[in-house]
Structures are given as C-alpha cells and as structure tokens.
C-alpha cells in the first residue's frame, strides 16, 4: 500500500538552511562545552535553551547577515532560565563567519576574576 504525504508536511519535514546550520553550531557549541544539546531547541517546558552543560544555559542565533538584532526580550528570557535552572546564562551567535558568545557584565567580571586568581596561584 502506498502512503501519499500532502506537500505541506513534506515542507516542514524539510529544514532550511539556516536551521542546518544553526544545529551545526549548536552540536560544536555543545562539544565545546562539554555539554548537549536540547531537543526541540527548548520547546519543552523542562529543558529550556539550546545547549546546556552543568554550569551553562546557552541560548544560540545563527544568522547568514552581516548583522544581528539581539532583542531585549531574548536576554531576558535565557537569564530568567538560566537563573531558575542554576546555570550562567550565555548568548551565542554566529555572524558573518564568526563565532560570539555574550554574558552579562557581572558574570564576565566573575569569570576574569577566577582567571586572575588562577594566574596569581600559579606563579
């Protein structure tokens, strides 16, 4: 017995570019980090963000532009998240071929300090 599909389906089984590869950056991001990716890219209401690792939520956009708008809301979302789950919340991005990642100024502080005192006890 044959199965027909309407087109519909078949084009939301389809992903676009952009969806390629943003799940490439988010699997390097993972790897990278030590941690995993989420299914559905936090679609579920108990596994928020799209990489997490035991210390880091990472929320990541991946955009083929030359720019990228990074929305209030988005910020906000991924601290909120972050903060409920126990975890540093990070905004990752790739644009015009490069890899970013964005904290907030008191976690970046933090982590500069621990590098510093790393740097101090071995010298």
């Not at 676009?16 to 941690?35: D, F, P």
Request: aromatic share 6%; net charge positive; with cysteine.
């Amino acid at each position: 017995m044959l199965f027909v599909q309407p087109l519909s389906t078949f084009r939301r089984l389809m992903k676009s570019e952009g969806q390629k590869q943003s799940k490439k950056h988010e699997n390097r991001l993972a790897k990278a980090v030590g941690g995993g990716t989420v299914a559905a890219s936090g679609a579920f209401w108990s596994r928020k963000g799209d990489v997490r690792s035991s210390d880091l939520l990472i929320e990541h956009k991946w955009t083929g532009k030359k720019q990228v708008t990074v929305k209030s809301d988005v910020l906000e979302k991924i601290v909120k998240e972050a903060i409920l789950d126990g975890r540093m919340p990070v905004l990752g991005f790739h644009l015009n071929n490069e890899n970013y990642i964005m904290l907030d100024e008191n976690d970046f502080l933090e982590m500069r300090q621990k590098i510093q005192e790393c740097r101090c006890a071995t010298h």
